[in-house]
């Protein structure tokens, strides 16, 4: 399986909704646009960022054909399972398949406490449902409240032909070094999940990131990527520098909500999350977000 396209910033791009929360095709059309432009190598549709979990699986089948559509070939698109049911979660990729997507990324059951077997078996079914098409992992324990070990991950590359690499958003630059580590003989490819770890992930053996804030900020995310693979390393930690304000400025927005909220600054045009969620009111959090954008010249 060839696995060469797998590299670079991949966005988990926003989902722009109209006021009955329905996809607004103009605009994502426009959004995936505007993140190749940017200089990304990849879009993730319904990552946690897309807000996968309050979106029904027909809007998703909807909004993965406008994507790859508008794509076209230039960059791939991969599509984000995020759904607790081994069923639902096969389903979801075989219609990601039928579509054409390059590959799928799969969240860890979410609610759920499994054993590491049971883990297993869930990746393992959903991968040989779709045999044939490229599947990343994906590690978030902050939003599901366990981690992936380094043994199951291990595991699941080494015994399944089409489980080709994850995304590890913990956190932990430990963590995302032992994935690499463990499992660096099969050509299992890891990505850095912190677009604040990006430079740091890449040290350790990582080959690109999923990165937020290549959604309204892409030049600067990408800078550190372009200019790390160039061998420029001073000059792409002085980019994960320049970026890593911004960033961290969205913490303490409620999630996902600063995506979109600094979307809307940059004069993207996206509309507001899904409810429950609200768009950051005026005040102190989103002050700071202005004044770190400004800082950094990406508002005039």
């Given at each position: 399986?060839?696995?060469?396209?797998?590299?670079?910033?991949?966005?988990?791009?926003?989902?722009?909704?109209?006021e009955?929360?329905?996809?607004?095709?103009?605009?994502?059309?426009?959004?995936?646009?505007?993140?190749?432009?940017?200089?990304?190598?990849?879009?993730?549709?319904?990552?946690?960022?897309?807000?996968?979990?309050?979106?029904?699986e027909?809007?998703?089948?909807?909004?993965?054909k406008?994507?790859?559509?508008?794509?076209a070939?230039r960059?791939?698109?991969?599509?984000?399972?995020g759904?607790?049911?081994?069923?639902?979660?096969?389903?979801?990729?075989?219609?990601?398949?039928?579509?054409?997507?390059?590959?799928?990324?799969?969240?860890?059951?979410?609610?759920?406490?499994?054993?590491?077997?049971?883990?297993?078996?869930?990746?393992?079914?959903?991968?040989?449902?779709?045999?044939?098409?490229?599947v990343?992992?994906?590690?978030?324990?902050?939003?599901?409240?366990?981690?992936?070990?380094?043994?199951?991950?291990d595991?699941?590359?080494?015994?399944?032909?089409?489980?080709?690499?994850m995304?590890?958003?913990?956190?932990?630059?430990?963590?995302?070094?032992?994935?690499?580590?463990?499992?660096?003989?099969?050509?299992?490819?890891?990505?850095g999940?912190?677009?604040?770890?990006?430079?740091?992930?890449?040290?350790?053996?990582?080959?690109?990131g999923?990165?937020?804030?290549?959604?309204?900020?892409?030049?600067?995310i990408?800078?550190?990527?372009?200019?790390?693979?160039?061998?420029?390393?001073?000059?792409?930690?002085?980019?994960?520098?320049?970026?890593?304000?911004?960033?961290?400025?969205m913490?303490?927005?409620?999630?996902?909500?600063?995506?979109?909220?600094?979307?809307?600054?940059?004069?993207?045009?996206?509309?507001?999350?899904?409810?429950p969620?609200?768009?950051?009111?005026?005040?102190?959090?989103?002050?700071?977000?202005?004044?770190?954008?400004?800082?950094?010249?990406?508002?005039?």
């Amino acid at each position: 399986m060839n696995t060469d396209f797998i590299k670079g910033v991949i966005v988990p791009i926003l989902t722009p909704i109209d006021e009955n929360e329905i996809i607004d095709e103009a605009k994502l059309r426009d959004q995936v646009d505007y993140v190749i432009d940017g200089g990304v190598l990849g879009i993730l549709a319904f990552g946690s960022n897309g807000e996968f979990y309050v979106i029904e699986e027909d809007e998703m089948e909807r909004g993965l054909k406008i994507m790859i559509h508008q794509s076209a070939g230039r960059v791939p698109v991969y599509f984000g399972i995020g759904a607790i049911s081994t069923k639902k979660c096969c389903r979801l990729a075989k219609m990601a398949e039928e579509h054409g997507a390059a590959g799928i990324s799969i969240l860890q059951p979410m609610f759920l406490k499994p054993t590491e077997e049971e883990l297993y078996l869930h990746f393992k079914t959903i991968a040989e449902s779709v045999p044939e098409l490229p599947v990343l992992l994906y590690n978030n324990p902050g939003r599901v409240g366990y981690t992936m070990s380094g043994n199951l991950v291990d595991r699941l590359a080494t015994e399944l032909p089409n489980i080709v690499g994850m995304k590890d958003t913990s956190g932990d630059i430990t963590q995302t070094a032992e994935f690499i580590r463990r499992t660096r003989h099969t050509g299992f490819k890891v990505f850095g999940g912190k677009d604040t770890l990006l430079y740091a992930s890449m040290c350790h053996g990582a080959v690109g990131g999923v990165c937020t804030a290549a959604n309204f900020m892409p030049e600067l995310i990408t800078d550190v990527y372009n200019k790390y693979v160039s061998g420029d390393l001073e000059g792409s930690l002085e980019a994960q520098f320049k970026l890593n304000p911004v960033r961290l400025s969205m913490d303490p927005a409620s999630f996902p909500v600063a995506a979109k909220d600094m979307a809307n600054l940059r004069g993207r045009n996206v509309g507001l999350p899904y409810k429950p969620n609200l768009a950051t009111p005026e005040g102190p959090v989103l002050n700071r977000i202005r004044k770190e954008m400004e800082t950094a010249g990406l508002l005039d």
